[in-house]
């Protein structure tokens, strides 16, 4: 069965506080690795991954694909309560279906 | 309008109702797809078109779930006497490109709740 797997599945921080989120993913008919942040009901697109080794950042957000290891790490540095979030990890395949992890659901605190 | 656009935002049907959900997809997006998320889960994939043609339908659950884009930009997903296991957020999406390798936009989703 095709998987993504998430951790942490939920996560607390502080405001200020710095996170790692990881995402590990079958290699069966890959073509991408999606990030997308979901707050109410839409999720939103954050990134997209598709080469090893490159870094991609956007603002306080910065995230980067390992297509060895088959993992990404998504880092949210000097969190904010406004990043309180479900963070969603997402393989692309070639068959355009996008397989979906459970999320992490992270909660920053004032 | 400039995103994908789903109607209506919530529903509550009585089990055996027969519901319909629409989904207005990003004007010119080629692919489209239905996710099933229940709560606590991330999304499922349930059915992906491009353009008219429903490519795969490997993720309905049963026969009772029927989508159809008939023209190629609406979509509508169906569900036949409901059930109680039915209860979710169906998300639309849609996509610029035919395969892989491109973002999907999302819509903010139908709460189906199933009483």
């Known amino acids: 069965e095709d998987k993504v797997v998430q951790s942490p599945l939920s996560l607390v921080v502080h405001e200020g506080d710095t996170v790692t989120l990881n995402c590990s993913y079958e290699?069966?008919?890959?073509?991408?690795l999606l990030w997308y942040k979901q707050e109410k009901k839409a999720p939103t697109f954050l990134f997209m991954l598709?080469?090893?080794?490159i870094e991609k950042k956007s603002g306080r957000l910065s995230s980067i694909l390992d297509k060895k290891e088959l993992f990404s790490i998504l880092n949210i540095t000097a969190t904010q309560t406004g990043d309180s979030a479900i963070y969603l990890c997402v393989k692309g395949g070639a068959t355009n279906k996008l397989i979906f992890g459970t999320g992490t659901l992270l909660a920053v605190q004032p | 309008g400039a995103g994908v656009s789903q109607s209506p935002r919530y529903k509550v049907a009585k089990r055996g109702q027969d519901v319909a959900l629409r989904c207005d997809p990003i004007?010119?997006?080629?692919?489209l797809f239905w996710y099933q998320q229940a709560l606590g889960q991330g999304p499922e994939f349930l059915t992906y078109f491009q353009n008219e043609a429903q490519l795969d339908k490997s993720g309905l659950p049963s026969d009772r779930f029927f989508a159809e884009r008939p023209e190629g930009s609406v979509s509508t997903l169906k569900i036949q006497r409901t059930q109680q296991e039915d209860s979710a957020v169906y998300l639309c999406?849609?996509?610029?490109?035919?395969?892989?390798?491109?973002?999907?936009?999302f819509g903010q989703g139908t709460r189906l709740t199933v009483v």
């Open positions: 004007s010119g997006h080629v692919s």
């Open positions: 598709t080469s090893s080794g």
């Open positions: 999406a849609s996509s610029l490109a035919l395969m892989g390798n491109t973002e999907a936009f």
């Open positions: 290699v069966t008919n890959f073509r991408s």
